[in-house]
């Protein structure tokens, strides 16, 4: 099966990460991959240096009249089964470009699930005059997963400390401005939050993850907050890389994809999560089980939902036996409903059925292959 990724984001986020990470294990299973990048030069860089084995088709800074035509000549060029891609945009940019040469499947961030559903029991949506079918893996049931491999029982235990994770909603850099975006009502609640706990548990840390440059009000506000000591900022990668195996709990205050992605991403470590009740991903939590979701809603004031969040963290760092037990469900829960391998099956059949009968053989026999 011949598969080619499509995406149109500038940035390396995580999202596009899943992606990539899909295409490459596609590819070790025998499908010939190809990624395009419009608009994604960063991207291409990335990509270049990490997966240097993928096919790569890069764009700079062509107008959006240019980008139906650009793509549809890298589908001529490569003569693609079936084109994957995650925004709706970049769907409809797909169907365009491959006219009636096969089908597109779009995995939806978990985010958009409550949204309108689609005629994907129908067998897709179409674009326009396209005839590519646009089928939208993940609109009814959760379709997310991150590969790496979980840390050992011994690893966690012996990391285990006062260190609160913190993801504050995602935002970047202006592209045409270098001023950072203004400073995050849901960080300064984190804050807040951890100058109360800290009252109790004078060893506590606090890590927030992301871009340094995005968070520098942060720093302002934490030593207001006499916080400065026990106030880091780490790259988000440290969590994606399953590299924070030592910390107590992640507090999820990012309402979108890279929320979810992370949670699953901290699961896999066994590493509890702590969020309101009305976050996307809250989906992929058990209650007092695996996480804690707050009742307190997101949209609450900061003094409410900093009252709420102290208290159900001042449990976990309090009870070493309930965290312990979180720790372990967290992590065997991800593995259980959202493994990689089960989810890139899952990737390969999607991609099967939209490609069509001519594909499924090849698509068929490389899922063969990896078991």
Not at 124 to 134: C, D, E, L, N, Q
Not at 339 to 360: E, K
Request: glycine letters at 8%; one cysteine or more.
């Amino acid at each position: 099966m011949r598969v080619l990724v499509l995406t149109t984001a500038p940035r390396y986020t995580p999202d596009v990460q899943l992606l990539l990470h899909l295409a490459a294990a596609l590819s070790a299973r025998g499908d010939v991959v190809a990624l395009a990048c419009v608009q994604g030069s960063a991207v291409g860089r990335e990509v270049s240096v990490e997966w240097p084995r993928l096919t790569l088709r890069t764009f700079g800074s062509i107008g959006s009249t240019r980008h139906t035509s650009a793509v549809r000549e890298v589908v001529g060029a490569l003569r693609p089964d079936v084109m994957l891609v995650r925004s709706e945009a970049d769907a409809r940019l797909a169907s365009a470009a491959m006219g009636s040469r096969g089908g597109v499947v779009r995995l939806v961030a978990l985010d958009e699930r409550g949204q309108a559903d689609t005629d994907e029991a129908n067998g897709g949506w179409s674009f326009g005059r396209s005839r590519a079918r646009i089928v939208e893996w993940g609109r009814r049931a959760p379709a997310l997963s991150w590969p790496g491999a979980a840390p050992a029982d011994e690893i966690r235990e012996s990391g285990v400390s006062s260190e609160l994770l913190v993801l504050p909603p995602f935002a970047t850099p202006g592209e045409d401005s270098t001023e950072p975006p203004p400073y995050d009502v849901h960080t300064a609640t984190a804050l807040r939050a951890a100058a109360h706990l800290r009252t109790r548990h004078p060893a506590l840390k606090v890590t927030l993850l992301g871009d340094v440059a995005v968070m520098q009000g942060a720093r302002v506000h934490a030593a207001s907050l006499n916080l400065t000591s026990a106030l880091s900022i780490r790259p988000l990668q440290s969590l994606l890389s399953l590299a924070e195996r030592g910390a107590t709990a992640l507090w999820v205050a990012d309402q979108g994809d890279l929320g979810a992605i992370c949670t699953l991403a901290a699961m896999r470590q066994g590493l509890p999560v702590v969020m309101t009740h009305d976050a996307a991903a809250s989906v992929l939590v058990a209650p007092a089980i695996t996480g804690v979701l707050d009742e307190v809603p997101y949209s609450a004031t900061a003094p409410a939902l900093a009252v709420s969040i102290v208290m159900e963290l001042a449990r976990l760092l309090g009870d070493r036996t309930k965290r312990r037990a979180m720790d372990e469900a967290a992590r065997s829960k991800a593995d259980r409903e959202h493994g990689w391998n089960a989810f890139v099956d899952d990737a390969a059949t999607q991609l099967a059925r939209a490609a069509g009968p001519s594909a499924r053989t090849s698509a068929g026999a490389s899922t063969r292959t990896s078991s």
